[in-house]
């Protein structure tokens, strides 16, 4: 490959010549151009990659370059926090790119939640995606996806939701003026914060009856008989902006790989990006050794969970065994199951990226967990105490840390870095009944979800509209 520092001189090769779009599947292989537009792989249904020949393309000697384009970030792409590394998702000409300043995230070191999760101090690193523009990691997966859809032409964009990227879509769209867009979202199953955005920056939004399964369903269906252009994380150029979300991991690090990357897993496309990004990182000799991944499921919606942990189900060089998937959902159908966590965003039982995320789980050594609400909004209210405020979901990959912690596989001074993926106004209602509710109110809001109790409320005091009693309270 080319290094950087040896090509100061000359044009690069144009993207189109050294990026294209690949079946997941080594068996089948088939290839596509990147100006293509596909759901799946044409010839055997599998999911897409998107693929480069880094033996053509000019590739950093280390990775301080990176650093250097943060500390002078006048050039929108240098202050992009994807595009800044650009050279590791070499798929767009710069004046194709689309971005709105998305990923200027932080990884914190958070010692009191270390503490519970029963890590060491200074083993503990947040890395809190609620600091995007739209309020969800899903910002960086959107630069991508929009970045293709202009490269593509797309007028009309479309995704199923339930919020964060359908408030991603609309921001983007409304920001760029590039396209409109149309978003799915599951009647009554999605958080009205999220909704207000989709509803504020000019989406058309449809309220279908049911969840976010039968829209994932119904999307695909609709760009597939029309030119609505998918931007769901089945569409692969999604995937390849959010492998910035570990590369600031590192960055933050000092590029140093954890011990440890836990992540919620809804929909699998973070952790399906997350292990593309490993697997090429040390291709490319940025790396030495691949962090070990550990995707966590809500106990509501377990689908990887059941699916690797029970019935054993693994990448096998690319051949899934379809056969366990499709039982597997035959018996949720037959049984009537739907998803069910108040952690919405990972509310899914289908989800679309199932065989990346195995490939994840291959190449990274990964496990995965399912925690109980109870636990996910526990460990929220111990997020929140750390001056951080995240979405119940989030929360679920601070509660994996520490079911992992206690079942040993994490060590007490592995580095660990949780993933915290959307912001806290997302699903306030549920931060506001854990804190204030009283037991009676608890149970109708959130007995439903398993959460009978809250061991880290912070609740509201009632007080009369009198100077001697607020003073008599304060003082108590
Ligand atoms: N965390 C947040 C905050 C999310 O919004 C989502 C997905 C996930 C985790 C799951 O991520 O799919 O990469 O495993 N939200 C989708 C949405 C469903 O519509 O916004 P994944």
Redesign the pocket.
């Known amino acids: 490959m080319t290094r950087l520092s040896s090509l100061n001189q000359g044009r690069p090769p144009a993207a189109s010549e050294t990026a294209h779009q690949q079946c997941i599947r080594p068996a089948c292989g088939a290839a596509y151009e990147l100006k293509n537009v596909h759901q799946r792989c044409a010839k055997c249904g599998a999911l897409l990659d998107v693929l480069y020949d880094w033996e053509r393309l000019p590739v950093p000697d280390g990775l301080a370059l990176f650093d250097e384009r943060r500390a002078s970030s006048r050039d929108p792409l240098d202050y992009s926090g994807v595009w800044r590394f650009r050279e590791l998702l070499p798929f767009a000409e710069p004046d194709k790119v689309l971005t709105i300043g998305e990923g200027q995230t932080q990884l914190r070191r958070t010692d009191g939640v270390a503490a519970y999760i029963g890590l060491d101090p200074a083993r503990l690193f947040l890395q809190y995606?609620g600091l995007n523009p739209s309020g969800?990691?899903?910002d960086n997966g959107m630069t991508g996806a929009f970045t293709h859809a202009n490269m593509v032409g797309a007028r009309y964009a479309a995704?199923?939701?339930?919020?964060?990227?359908?408030?991603?879509l609309a921001l983007f769209a409304g920001v760029s003026g590039l396209l409109k867009a149309v978003v799915f979202v599951g009647s009554g199953k999605i958080a009205y914060g999220?909704l207000s955005q989709a509803l504020d920056y000019g989406a058309t939004t449809l309220q279908i009856a049911g969840d976010?399964d039968d829209a994932m369903r119904q999307v695909q269906e609709v760009c597939l008989q029309t030119n609505l252009y998918l931007m769901?994380?089945l569409n692969p150029f999604r995937l390849e902006g959010?492998k910035a979300i570990m590369y600031r991991v590192l960055e933050g690090l000092r590029w140093e790989p954890p011990d440890w990357i836990v992540?919620?897993?809804?929909?699998?496309?973070?952790?399906?990006?997350f292990g593309k990004a490993f697997i090429e990182l040390k291709q490319l000799g940025l790396i030495r050794r691949i962090p070990r991944v550990a995707?966590i499921n809500s106990t509501g919606a377990r689908t990887l969970s059941a699916l690797v942990n029970e019935r054993g189900l693994k990448w096998n060089a690319g051949e899934v065994n379809d056969g366990l998937i499709n039982a597997y959902y035959a018996e949720l159908d037959e049984k009537g199951i739907r998803a069910h966590t108040i952690?919405s965003?990972?509310?899914?039982n289908r989800?679309v990226?199932l065989k990346k995320?195995l490939r994840t789980l291959e190449v990274s050594d990964g496990v995965v967990r399912e925690v109980p609400d109870e636990a996910i909004l526990d460990a929220k209210a111990q997020v929140g105490a750390a001056g951080i405020g995240c979405?119940p979901?989030?929360a679920?990959s601070v509660a994996g840390a520490r079911l992992l912690r206690r079942e040993g596989l994490i060590g007490p001074s592995d580095v660990v870095a949780c993933i915290l993926?959307?912001h806290q106004l997302?699903d306030p209602n549920a931060t506001v009944a854990y804190h204030a509710a009283t037991p009676e109110e608890l149970e109708r809001s959130l007995g439903s979800y398993g959460v009978h109790a809250t061991q880290f409320r912070n609740q509201p005091i009632r007080v009369k509209n009198d100077l001697g009693e607020i003073l008599k309270v304060i003082s108590d």
């Open positions: 995606e969800s990691f899903k995704c199923a939701s339930t919020g964060n990227t359908s408030a991603s999220k976010f769901n994380s959010q992540v919620p897993g809804g929909n699998l496309g973070n952790s399906s990006a995707i952690a965003a990972i509310e899914i989800p990226n995320a979405e979901a989030s679920a993926t959307g997302k």
